[in-house]
C-alpha cells in the first residue's frame, strides 16, 4: 500500500513539470532584436508530425493596411526588401484581395537556390485603414512549376497581422513557418535564417514608412 502511495504521490509532482515542459514548447522565445524590432521563435509540430519552426517578427510603422498591400504585389521592390530574392513575380487577380507571389532566392552555399509560390488573402476591417491581415501559404501554379535545379520550399504558411496604435503608427506582427531542411543541421541554420529574416523585415520596413509619407 505504501509503494502505491509513493508512486502516486511522485506521479502527481511530475505531472506538472511535464506539463511545464509542454506548454513551453508553445512559447516564442526572443532570439534577435533592435531599438525597432523583436525577432522571436519556436517549434511546432507539423502536420507531417516533425517539428518546424515558427518565427515571429513584430515592429512598428507610419503606415497603413493598403500601403502593406502594395508593397507586398510591388514586383519591382520585390526583390529590395526581400533578402536574397532575385526573382519577384506577382500574379494579381481580379479580385484584389487575393494574389500569388513566386520569389526564387540565390543563397549561398549550404543552402543552394531555392524557390516558393505563396497564396496571398487580404482581410480589411472596414473603415479601418491600420487594421487587417494578410494570410499566406504555399500553392501550385503552371506558371511557376518547380524546376529540378532549385529546392521548393513547402509547407509555408503565415500572415501579416496589422493593428492600430493611434497617432498614425501600426504594429505589424508578421509570423510564418516553412517545412524543415534535413539537410541542414541546426547550429548552421539558426543564424543564417535568422539574420535573413531580420535583415528583410528592417528593409521591409523602412521603404514601407518611406512610401507612406
Not at 67 to 75: A, D, F, I, K, M
Amino acid at each position: 500500500m505504501k509503494k502505491w502511495m509513493v508512486l502516486f504521490y511522485l506521479l502527481c509532482i511530475g505531472l506538472p513539470v511535464v506539463y511545464a515542459h509542454q506548454a513551453g514548447e508553445d512559447i516564442f522565445r526572443l532570439v534577435k532584436k533592435d531599438a525597432i524590432i523583436s525577432l522571436y521563435e519556436r517549434w511546432i509540430p507539423a502536420a507531417s508530425g516533425e517539428q518546424v519552426r515558427e518565427i515571429k517578427a513584430v515592429f512598428s510603422v507610419k503606415a497603413d493596411v493598403d500601403g502593406v498591400t502594395r508593397l507586398l504585389t510591388n514586383q519591382r521592390q520585390g526583390t529590395v526588401w526581400n533578402t536574397n530574392a532575385k526573382e519577384y513575380q506577382v500574379l494579381q487577380w481580379e479580385n484584389t484581395d487575393n494574389w500569388i507571389t513566386y520569389t526564387k532566392y540565390g543563397i549561398p552555399w549550404p543552402f543552394g537556390d531555392q524557390d516558393c509560390c505563396l497564396l496571398y488573402h487580404l482581410y480589411k476591417q472596414p473603415q479601418h485603414t491600420r487594421a487587417g491581415e494578410i494570410t499566406f501559404e504555399s500553392t501550385l501554379h503552371n506558371r511557376f512549376p518547380v524546376s529540378g535545379s532549385i529546392t521548393r520550399i513547402t509547407g509555408t504558411r503565415g500572415k501579416w497581422l496589422m493593428e492600430d496604435e493611434g497617432n498614425g503608427a501600426m504594429r505589424i506582427t508578421y509570423i510564418i513557418s516553412t517545412n524543415r531542411s534535413k539537410k541542414i543541421p541546426r547550429w548552421v541554420s539558426d543564424p543564417i535564417v535568422r539574420n535573413n529574416l531580420f535583415a528583410t523585415m528592417t528593409t521591409f520596413r523602412n521603404i514601407l514608412e518611406k512610401q507612406s509619407l
